[in-house]
């Protein structure tokens, strides 16, 4: 085959796998099932009518799929909605795409990507840390910290940029100065407002975000428990800060163990709720204790860094920040934490906007999220 002849190939399974991807209820497994149907390549399936290989696919992804003559069409438009929205797609064996990730059984065929990844320098590590939503009073602060220091040791962070702890790890590697990356249970244009305030920090600092859904996938309660396989998967070692009983942190505890990757948790006092879930890792054995950034930087073979304070300048100016984030910051007042229902009847406008705004103040430093989604001012 020439060089032409096979750069031709690789382009129609890319395009025959884009276009199979995006109908929904086709995973990994369907892929496996059309592969070994067409003889082991997808990209036969690409403008060959649908009827005539849809009957290894599951009742329900038939039932999508009807009337649909060949799935060029789907790939042309996610192709054209990635152009729009200013989304990347890496394949197995780009760059881009994590090599560790790639290796695992249900892996996704191509990921959806903003920011430029790639392998960094010769032995960069990855840890994930992951937790709670909404953990103990005063816990974002210490995991906001401890992903920090793990960071300067020259980890790369990896979380899901959901509020609470993982958003909380996201700024920390961001406090350090240090790329981070987030895998979040939607498309990439359809990020919620916190996680498109974040975005351009996270860009700035080389980091990335990362999908497996195709453009225009909202998030939904059967996305985040799925996305967090790639959160394990993209790492060499995962960190359970916090989680209680029902955290959905536990769905990351158990992919990690699917995939082979060591699982590491923070304990916490036998009568936190709170911590209840990490607590169960290490009861049950499915975990090792870690107590200590340091400990941490070993997991993921890394000399601990010195203790340090956040770099000078972290808080930002308050009048480099949007109007939306000065008016929140306005309503707030030091040592009083205010409900976010509350800031929003006193603000006005779109539960949107103050999320952005609230978002934006975090990562200046100016202010820090509590339980229950209550906010108090940092002066």
């Known amino acids: 085959m020439t060089k032409a002849a096979f750069s031709v190939s690789v382009e129609l399974e890319r395009l025959a796998a884009l276009g199979l991807w995006t109908v929904p209820g086709v995973g990994p497994e369907a892929l496996k099932a059309l592969r070994a149907c067409a003889g082991g390549a997808l990209a036969p399936l690409l403008a060959a009518p649908v009827a005539d290989y849809a009957q290894v696919l599951p009742a329900a992804v038939r039932a999508r799929m009807q009337g649909l003559e060949t799935v060029e069409p789907l790939a042309e438009l996610a192709l054209r909605r990635c152009a729009k929205a200013g989304i990347q797609i890496a394949w197995p064996g780009d760059a881009a795409y994590p090599a560790e990730l790639a290796q695992c059984p249900d892996a996704p065929p191509l990921l959806f990507h903003f920011g430029t990844p790639g392998p960094g320098e010769p032995g960069r590590r990855r840890l994930a840390m992951v937790g709670s939503r909404h953990p103990d009073a005063g816990f974002l602060l210490r995991a906001r910290a401890f992903a920090r220091e793990v960071a300067q040791a020259g980890a790369l962070?990896?979380?899901g940029a959901a509020d609470g702890v993982d958003r909380a790890c996201h700024f920390g590697a961001l406090d350090a100065r240090q790329e981070t990356w987030a895998f979040v249970g939607s498309a990439l244009d359809e990020l919620d407002s916190a996680q498109a305030k974040m975005l351009p920090a996270v860009l700035a600092a080389g980091g990335a975000y990362f999908s497996e859904l195709p453009p225009g996938v909202r998030a939904s309660?059967?996305?985040?428990?799925?996305?967090n396989r790639l959160i394990s998967g993209a790492a060499h070692a995962v960190l359970v800060l916090r989680a209680g009983a029902r955290s959905g942190?536990?769905?990351t505890a158990a992919a990690a163990l699917r995939q082979g990757r060591p699982l590491y948790a923070l304990p916490g006092d036998a009568?936190?709720?709170a911590a209840a879930g990490c607590n169960a890792l290490l009861a049950q054995g499915a975990a090792r204790a870690c107590t200590s950034?340091?400990?941490?930087?070993?997991?993921?073979?890394?000399?601990p860094a010195e203790r340090s304070a956040p770099p000078p300048?972290?808080?930002v100016a308050l009048e480099a920040l949007s109007g939306d984030a000065r008016a929140a910051h306005a309503h707030l007042v030091a040592g009083e934490p205010r409900d976010f229902e509350a800031l929003l009847s006193e603000i006005g406008?779109?539960?949107g906007t103050l999320t952005g705004a609230l978002c934006e103040l975090e990562l200046a430093g100016r202010v820090v999220q509590l339980p229950g989604k209550?906010?108090?001012r940092v002066d």
């Open 374 to 376: 209550r906010y108090e």
């Open 157 to 159: 962070i990896v979380s």
């Open 249 to 251: 942190a536990l769905y």
């Open 349 to 351: 406008g779109s539960s």
């Open 271 to 273: 009568d936190n709720e």
């Open 221 to 227: 309660k059967e996305s985040f428990p799925r996305r």
């Open 313 to 315: 300048g972290l808080r």
């Open 293 to 303: 950034s340091q400990a941490a930087c070993r997991a993921v073979g890394l000399r």
